[in-house]
């Protein structure tokens, strides 16, 4: 999947590494990215790497986190 370069406004997509950057892919995705995108993360990172990130992300918005964690939950 090509990463949009409006969910990644300060750097160049095609400079993402899906593995070594997966923390600030998934804050990106989960609060700025369209349906397609998320169910391409959900495909791509394991949930425990999701619960993770949100559990300790400092740039999600409230409303997103909230959304997640519930939504995560086992």
């Known amino acids: 999947m ?28 989960l609060d700025f990215g369209r349906d397609n995108e998320v169910r391409w993360l959900w495909k791509t990172y394991k949930k425990s790497l999701l619960r993770k990130v949100v559990a300790r992300s400092r740039c999600l918005r409230p409303d997103t986190k909230i959304l997640w964690t519930a939504l995560l939950k086992k």
Do not use: C, G
């Open 2 to 29: 090509t990463l949009r370069q409006v969910l990644f406004w300060d750097t160049n997509p095609k400079n993402i590494d899906l593995k070594k950057h997966s923390h600030y892919i998934i804050e990106r995705v």
